[in-house]
């Protein structure tokens, strides 16, 4: 008895006649108006920035506090140390770097770091929307995955303090 799937040439497997893809055909992430990706950034944009304006910062305790002082440390005497000439290897640079840029520009504020992270955040929505163009999902499925990275509360949590998960989460986006 012939086989009625049709012989393997690229990646296609469905049966003969059949085509998997027909429900998706015409909408591709090209599709979405802009408009709604805009009030989709805009919309992500408000939530992170009032977030840092408007809601009380996490204390700076444990790893909040061991970047901050390692970020106000780098200012003040250009060493990557807790104390004062004993350089440390516990943590990673990068966070501490971003907080001391942040710190050199606007003072030891931690709302402006919240801020900072949350326009990122933000920006890392857009990054999202150039990569799942690439997967051609359809215009509901990457609207949808738009919304999720841009609101889903447990993305939005660590934007409540001095956290480098603020930064990492859109960046791996």
Request: charged share 10%.
């Amino acid at each position: 008895m012939p086989s009625k799937l049709r012989p393997h040439c690229g990646a296609r497997s469905e049966p003969a006649g059949v085509s998997v893809r027909a429900p998706l055909q015409g909408l591709s992430a090209a599709t979405i108006p802009a408009e709604i990706l805009l009030a989709t950034v805009v919309a992500g944009m408000a939530v992170r920035v009032g977030i840092g304006l408007w809601t009380t910062p996490d204390p700076l305790i444990r790893d909040a506090g061991g970047d901050w002082t390692l970020a106000q440390n780098l200012l003040e005497r250009g060493e990557f140390a807790f104390r004062p000439g004993i350089p440390t290897a516990i943590r990673t640079p990068g966070y501490p770097l971003f907080v001391a840029a942040i710190m050199a520009v606007c003072g030891p504020s931690v709302r402006a770091v919240l801020v900072v992270q949350g326009v990122i955040g933000a920006l890392g929505l857009w990054g999202m929307h150039r990569a799942l163009g690439y997967l051609r999902l359809g215009s509901i499925a990457h609207w949808l995955a738009l919304v999720g990275l841009g609101f889903y509360p447990p993305l939005l949590q660590p934007l409540h303090g001095v956290y480098s998960e603020g930064l990492a989460v859109p960046l791996m986006a």
